[in-house]
């Protein structure tokens, strides 16, 4: 099982901050690939994401209890 | 307030607090950068502003822009606390400070701290105005990332 | 503290007075400069540093820095303290807030504010060292005014 | 009367902080010239002059009653 955290426009988008996604190994372009059918996310082309609390790229893998985030863009500061 | 350097907060921020984190013997300038919420951006008025954070992964990013400055401006020692939850008008969101034993790397250190914010922490605010809401993004900020993705390795 | 925009004092500066100065609603941006007592300069030990202004004329320079920034920097709003008397290692000597809507302004004002209180305003220190004193004078300090006078007009 | 007034260095070497000049008119240039010749001041021809509170220039000038202050490099900050 893979967790995903959302934020801002798109935890509200979902309505949840987790999604768990069965799954046991995949990268990152696929799983976007997989909310992107599944859930109505707006910024998710536009996202960074982040697997156990660092920036992935496209091809790296993510596996079975690995957090993927998906990180619009940040606006802090 | 803890003794972290970096850090997300959920209270006020303050000031003397930051300071004593960078405060040294060998530093004879300490800059500090407080990001403060703004009422009017571009003739429309904010109500307050509602800040969410990734919280271990920005605390992590914030560390890593403290460890890039302490690479690029010998002798500066920085702190970065970034506030969460909802701010007033006024309030400080984001508070750096840097001290170093020269006054010019304690201005430039300072200022590439909060570019690297805005390029790479996990935070988002979502502005509260009189009629509606939004969370920003760097569509409205005018943050470009000219590959696409932010700039993760500087 | 008072409400002063520039003063002189005796009494240790507080920073949150500082920002209280500056703070606004229109503010997006406060920086902060603190020059300190550095223990070391060019390897040479500093016990203690004794500070000397020429009261009246020192506000008056300060605010004319003031004025200075707040043609070239639209809507800052600076406030500068300095501290006279003796002074220790990591103690503030001088506090300069800027506030403005845009931090690139803020950062500006502010760096050019320490740069022309070297220039400009009558400061001086003498430094304590383990083995003696001494006035200390641009030729130390290495600020060189080229026509052989302190640009006094910006 | 004119009142001097003498700072840092200065102050030390002439053990005061005033000097008073019996002068009814002159200028900065003259005034400096006079105080070279009465007083041992190391640091005055590297010393700016202010006129009540104002830096003033060799030929301004400078009259009873007025404080002349002998600005010696400054080092605040």
């Given at each position: 099982m893979i967790n995903i955290l959302l934020f801002a426009q798109m935890q509200e988008e979902v309505g949840k901050e987790k999604i768990a996604v069965e799954m046991e190994k995949t990268t990152v372009k696929e799983l976007k690939e997989y909310l992107q059918m599944h859930y109505k996310l707006t910024q998710l082309n536009e996202s960074m994401v982040a697997v156990n609390e660092a920036y992935a790229l496209e091809n790296d893998e993510v596996k079975t209890g690995d957090t993927v985030a998906i990180i619009p863009p940040v606006s802090g500061g | 307030m803890t003794d972290k350097l970096f850090e997300i907060v959920e209270e006020p921020i303050l000031l003397e607090d930051m300071i004593k984190k960078v405060k040294?013997?060998?530093?004879g300038a300490i800059t500090t950068f407080i990001g403060t919420v703004r009422e009017f951006t571009k003739g429309k008025r904010t109500v307050f502003l509602q800040y969410q954070a990734y919280k271990p992964m920005a605390e992590k990013m914030l560390a890593q822009i403290g460890k890039e400055i302490e690479e690029k401006w010998q002798d500066t020692c920085v702190a970065i606390t970034h506030r969460v939850g909802r701010l007033e008008i006024t309030e400080a969101a984001v508070v750096i400070a840097v001290s170093s034993p020269h006054r010019k790397a304690a201005y430039e250190a300072n200022e590439y701290a909060i570019e690297r914010i805005k390029q790479i922490v996990p935070i988002w605010k979502k502005e509260k105005w009189e009629d509606g809401d939004e969370w920003i993004g760097d569509q409205l900020e005018r943050i470009e990332y000219p590959t696409g993705q932010p700039n993760i390795k500087e």
């Open positions: - | 040294r013997r060998e530093a």
